[in-house]
């Protein structure tokens, strides 16, 4: 057997191997695989290493795309973003216009974030984007790729019965509320909740109300906010009957809602709330009226409400908005907090945010943490409080309660091992 270079260039010149081992073999699918690509001898040599893989490879110059109208869900296409005279995001939007469902894997000599905007590019299309990977190609990433390519088909398109507009979902009350814990980043004690909107549909799920917002109205938006006001009034009071003392709880408003004409009212009975609330101001839109948001929030903080800056470092969440406003905690995105034990850029952003929020005596919140080694760095990096999967997804309000009486038991069971252990 001819041994296959462990990387791939774009004007390499590759020998493949004439044989594989039965374990190579199985990273193949029912599928096929078109590979798009420009260059001869790379075009040639990516056919051949997936051939040798089990797949049924279909070889695509940029000027031959007429089978990219044919493709299946099991199918996979891999492609280069330069190609000529044209490039991959043309590609990638014929692939989300002919409804393709299958699995797509870019490669490119770009750089690294020329790479990851075209991933995020393909994401938005909606097509399930495996991964990125710059040439010169690292095999063992590509066979990573292809281990975790799903064994069953892909799931189907969502059904109409499966979204809801915002106004409709509200008038017919089917906007409920879950609550997702946030943490104390050193000792991991329970410090609040954050409640998260859910539609429920036709079909009975209960699907995340953000693909409603985008086409909400203003008016859409107050109403959701009220009704998130009403839900940590209710969730405050269950947690009371069951022996739990009310914790301070956010709730997302968006940024036209932090106007005298909406807030008035809350801020004048901001003493009156069960529990202690934080606004979550989202990223979603920018300040109507900067003066009178300024006011109205100061004149909030000033009556004992909280103001957090959501999704940090994306749209309109940035450090002018921060510091214009008095809000009390900035919540770092988890596009930057995922991966922030191994992304040096993610990292960096994150250190940054930290030192920015704690000059200004506001506290940090990382949330979407999914892993442990992403929990230590950004302790590491002095995050204050951590939300995320990988304590707990968003829970209905009576597995809410019990979540937190387990989760205490098990925190303080695990501080008196520590204090024995010092004795």
């Known amino acids: 057997m ?23 073999a199985t990273t193949a699918t029912d599928g096929r695989t078109f590979i798009v690509e420009d260059h001869d001898l790379v075009l040639s040599a990516l056919s051949s290493w997936f051939a040798s893989r089990g797949h049924r490879v279909h070889a695509c110059p940029p000027g031959e795309l007429a089978e990219l109208r044919r493709l299946e869900r099991r199918d996979l296409v891999v492609l280069d973003l330069c190609l ?6 043309d590609v990638l939007q014929h692939l989300a216009d002919t409804g393709f469902h299958g699995d797509v894997i870019l490669i490119s000599a770009f750089p690294e974030a020329v790479i990851e905007a075209a991933r995020a590019v393909g994401v938005d299309c909606g097509l399930r984007v495996l991964g990125a990977l710059r040439k010169p190609i690292a095999f063992d990433r590509l066979d990573e790729m292809l281990a975790a390519r799903r064994h069953g088909p892909a799931p189907a398109p969502r059904r109409d019965d499966e979204t809801m507009p915002l106004a409709a979902a509200l008038a017919a009350d089917r906007v409920t509320f879950h609550a997702q814990p946030i943490l104390d980043a050193r000792t991991l004690a329970i410090h609040s909740i954050e409640l998260l909107a859910r539609i429920v549909v036709a079909s009975g799920r209960e699907i995340s109300v953000v693909g409603a917002l985008a086409d909400a109205e203003a008016d859409d938006l107050g109403d959701l906010a009220r009704a998130a006001l009403a839900a940590a009034g209710r969730v405050g009071r269950h947690l009371l009957r069951r022996g739990i003392d009310p914790l301070p709880t956010a709730i997302n408003v968006p940024s036209s809602f932090v106007q005298r004409r909406h807030f008035a009212q809350i801020v004048s009975g901001a003493n009156d709330f069960a529990v202690p609330l934080t606004f979550e101001v989202s990223e979603l839109d920018a300040f109507e009226d900067l003066a009178d948001t300024r006011r109205v929030a100061t004149s909030g903080v000033l009556r004992g409400l909280r103001f957090s800056l959501d999704d940090f470092g994306t749209v309109n969440s940035n450090i002018d908005r921060f510091v214009q406003i008095p809000f009390d905690e900035l919540k770092l995105d988890r596009a930057y907090v995922v991966g922030s034990a191994t992304d040096p850029l993610c990292e960096a952003v994150c250190r940054c945010a930290v030192e920015i929020a704690h000059l200004r005596g506001a506290t940090v919140v990382a949330e979407g943490i999914e892993t442990r080694d992403d929990l230590v760095r950004l302790r590491d990096l002095g995050v204050d409080r951590v939300q995320g999967y990988y304590f707990a997804r968003p829970l209905p309000v009576d597995v809410l309660a019990d979540w937190i ?7 303080a069971s695990a501080a008196s091992a520590a204090d024995a252990r010092l004795v």
């Open 2 to 24: 001819v041994r296959m270079p462990a990387t791939l260039g774009r004007f390499q010149v590759t020998e493949t191997p004439t044989s594989i081992s039965t374990s190579a």
């Open 84 to 89: 000529g005279d044209r490039d991959g995001i």
């Open 405 to 411: 009486l387990t989760h205490r038991a098990r925190t």
